[in-house]
């Protein structure tokens, strides 16, 4: 179903069901030894998605849905990405930071499986029905987080900074935020606001994570429409192209780098180098290889 403006959603529909996707395929890099992440698979089985509850348990065949892509692919693909939101966060710690922000956290587990310093904070910011459902099921695997954790309730087109604070973050301290596969679900004007308020609640010395892509039009071209067709023979509904938004939008990095703020970007290949793997040419995977993982440092 095409996104509204005033669109919700649960882990189970629309945009939240992309959540559960990528929580999906960081069970599979767990599973590969690539990181570790203990809480996704539980979290994947309470959300109760037949279709992804079937591919953990091996009843779908990835290559039937794309030739080229198996299992190893994806828990590559998901490690890269997760290492470098890891990263982030670990590396904001070594310098001292102690106040995180995980931006549509989803089933984001970094809060209970990170090694954070004593004194950090971790805000998981998401819709009502989201975290509650991450909260309760995570207490009730008997979960204990790693750090301070506070959430807040809030949609993001909404005044999430005004909850944020309320719920005791700081804007006169350095904070480590991610803001991980969320722009494409945004609008080009909600992608700038989003920034706008990073910046403003962002001492010297904040970090910041993210992805740039590009090109977008790869998730409604001929080839994602395959895919997509023959997902729905096993009961899977999620149309790429129906829940991300197609218009035109400012680059990640120079939007950033206007904003006072240090970047650094990293394209698909060069990240899958330096964590030991080859980036498949392909035109599977080949079709990111214009996709950056950003960082950034606030001046």
């Known amino acids: 179903m095409a996104r509204t403006d005033n669109d919700t959603w649960d882990l189970a529909s629309s945009v939240g069901s992309t959540a559960t996707m990528v929580a999906s395929q960081r069970v599979l890099a767990h599973r590969e030894g690539l990181i570790d992440d203990p809480f996704a698979e539980p979290l994947v089985r309470a959300v109760g998605v037949d279709f992804f509850i079937k591919a953990l348990d091996g009843e779908v065949n990835l290559e039937e849905l794309d030739p080229v892509f198996n299992l190893r692919r994806a828990a590559e ?117 989003l920034f706008d308020r990073i910046t403003e609640l962002s001492a010297s010395g904040s970090r910041v994570a993210t992805e740039h892509i590009p090109d977008v039009s790869m998730f409604a071209d001929e080839r994602s429409r395959q895919i997509t067709d023959r997902l729905k023979t096993y009961g899977h509904d999620i149309d790429m192209g129906e829940l991300i938004y197609h218009d035109k939008r400012h680059d990640v990095v120079d939007y950033l780098t206007g904003h006072g703020w240090d970047v650094s970007a990293q394209k698909m290949p060069d990240a899958y180098a330096a964590n030991g793997f080859v980036f498949p040419e392909d035109e599977t995977i080949g079709m990111f290889a214009e996709m950056s993982y950003v960082a950034a440092v606030k001046q």
Do not use: N
């Open 77 to 193: 693909g998901m490690a890269v990405r997760t290492r470098h939101f890891d990263k982030l966060f670990t590396a904001a710690a070594a310098a001292g930071v102690r106040q995180a922000v995980i931006l549509a956290a989803g089933l984001d587990a970094r809060a209970y499986r990170l090694p954070w310093p004593c004194g950090t904070v971790v805000y998981e910011v998401d819709q009502p029905a989201v975290i509650d459902f991450k909260s309760k099921t995570l207490a009730d695997l008997g979960a204990q987080p790693t750090a301070d954790r506070r959430t807040v309730a809030v949609d993001l087109r909404d005044d999430w900074p005004k909850a944020l604070r309320e719920a005791g973050f700081d804007a006169g301290q350095p904070t480590a935020w991610i803001a991980e596969g969320l722009l494409i679900y945004l609008p080009a004007e909600a992608q700038d606001l």
